[in-house]
């Protein structure tokens, strides 16, 4: 048998594992997934992608390498759940929250502390997600381009919001819809470089204090 | 003589012939290595530090690696003028604007206007600090804790401006100095992600709708 062969036998073997393993105990298999996606997070958050190996994640994990591959194919697969996890529970909350009959502003409340309660909750998911936006912007995958087009929902969904209250009036026009989108993103999304679940704030916090003054603004005369 | 010995030989002997070319023509010298800055910074931000090798720079330069050579003697000397170059001049001029007479309104304007001024100007050398930041913070070498420093005066100096409008009562106090300093961080570091200078808006544009928002809010009925 080649070197190639047997890994391929040997990969396809892991995958019959791996379905089986799934079909037995579907429940039990599936949360275990997501506790070595949630440790797999915080060693690339810590370490960064490529300085992590499927070894510390196992570390991490409390359990070995072969094991790992009992629930996930490679080290790029936990790294794609940890990311779509995160999107799509935004994308999801978005698109709910713009259907509501909310007036504009209070849409983009919503959306600022949805945001910031996933990122908490799935500490430290958005933050890898962020942390390691070239892999997914600099690659051509099927899966990058699912994950740009997420973002591109995600990001396009708080812009119309911002045009409907340009249109109803409630919303500032002097500011370009796109730079005002931008400015949210960017206080959003530069949280992956200090905000902590355990830290000085919550993310109730946070997000009252961004919807504050992306809304209202800081200056006190303006009140 | 051996390969370790014929290495240190070279680079004293390059080290030399820099020093003899600075001092030959100082001016020229200064102005070429600051265009091997510009391109490294162009290179970065495409490929990467990691991936980006010495002779891509030199390649994008329109020189060889020798060359390369004569002016810097590494990829991380090239760096961290990229980084420090930046650095050094935000916080100068945040620095002096800090100590102008302007109320602190004002002072924040004119902080995220050059800001976004010196990042147009010396583009893209702000975004590869930002995409770069890990090697930054995560590392601990004389270079990178002058760079941290740096940073966190920068910041320093934002927050203590909030804190001087919030005790003269012209910035609201309900929201705190540093969830607002990182708001503002955001907004500008976030630009990496899309700001270029031959984009829809220009820098002035981008930093007249980040100070309108930072400080009057996106809201009409608060103006």
Not at 138 to 166: C, F, N
Not at 187 to 193: I, S
């Amino acid at each position: 048998m080649t070197d190639k062969k047997r890994r391929e036998t040997s990969s396809s073997q892991l995958g019959r594992r791996r379905k089986t393993a799934r079909a037995k105990d579907q429940a039990a298999y599936a949360a275990r997934r997501e506790e070595l996606i949630a440790h797999a997070a915080e060693v690339f958050s810590k370490e960064g992608y490529d300085r992590t190996t499927l070894s510390d994640i196992a570390e991490r994990a409390g359990t070995d390498r072969a094991s790992v591959y009992y629930y996930v194919s490679s080290k790029e697969e936990l790294f794609q759940e940890v990311c779509s996890g995160m999107l799509e529970q935004n994308l999801a909350a978005a698109e709910e929250i713009a259907m509501r009959d909310n007036a504009p502003r209070e849409k983009l409340e919503l959306i600022i502390a949805h945001h910031m309660s996933t990122h908490e909750r799935g500490f430290p998911q958005w933050s890898v997600l962020v942390q390691e936006m070239r892999r997914i912007t600099g690659a051509d995958t099927t899966w990058t381009r699912d994950a740009v087009e997420k973002m591109r929902r995600y990001e396009a969904i708080v812009r119309s919001i911002l045009e409907d209250g340009i249109a109803d009036g409630t919303i500032r026009a002097d500011v370009p819809s796109r730079l005002a989108m931008n400015a949210i993103f960017g206080m959003l999304n530069w949280t992956h470089r200090w905000f902590r679940p355990d830290g000085q704030y919550n993310a109730a916090q946070v997000a009252a204090a961004f919807a504050a003054i992306t809304l209202d603004g800081l200056s006190k005369d303006t009140e």
